[in-house]
């Protein structure tokens, strides 16, 4: 394993129904609804439900066309120590970082890159000013 690699940071899907995917995740699997981002223009984004530690499910809302049966499933994102180390070794590797390192809403580093088959991932360095170290207890 890459020792840059801390662990899985989240798992994304779009949603249709936010209120029965909160009541699943929440509710039924007793998961935490720890915080929402909204875009630039104030408009709900995504919910962050915790499932332990700093892992997290994505929600986010689905656009005007979203059509569920193409797919609900968004990205993957792999927390690591070191966004910069980590787009290094993936470039160095052959691999396209087509976005990044950027620092995100919520403060935190991320890059992305595609797996062979085409899957987004995120490669996140968490920041201990996001709502993500927050809920997670990693700072105050």
Not at 31 to 44: I, Q, R, Y
Not at 95 to 111: F, R, S, T
Request: proline share 4%; charged share 20%.
């Amino acid at each position: 394993m890459n020792n840059n690699v801390i662990g899985i940071g989240h798992v994304a899907y779009t949603t249709g129904q936010m209120d029965a995917m909160l009541h699943f995740y929440c509710e039924i699997l007793g998961f935490e609804n720890s915080f929402a981002l909204h875009d630039e223009a104030g408009k709900p984004w995504i919910q962050y439900i915790r499932v332990a530690g700093c892992q997290f499910i994505e929600l986010f809302y689905a656009k005007e066309g979203f059509d569920p049966k193409e797919g609900t499933y968004a990205h993957l994102c792999i927390q690591v120590a070191d966004v910069m180390v980590m787009s290094e070794h993936l470039k160095a590797a052959g691999i396209d970082v087509y976005w990044g390192p950027v620092q995100g809403l919520d403060h935190n580093w991320q890059c992305w890159a595609k797996d062979p088959d085409g899957n987004p991932i995120e490669f996140m360095q968490i920041d201990l000013k996001s709502p993500q170290a927050k809920a997670a207890g990693l700072s105050s």
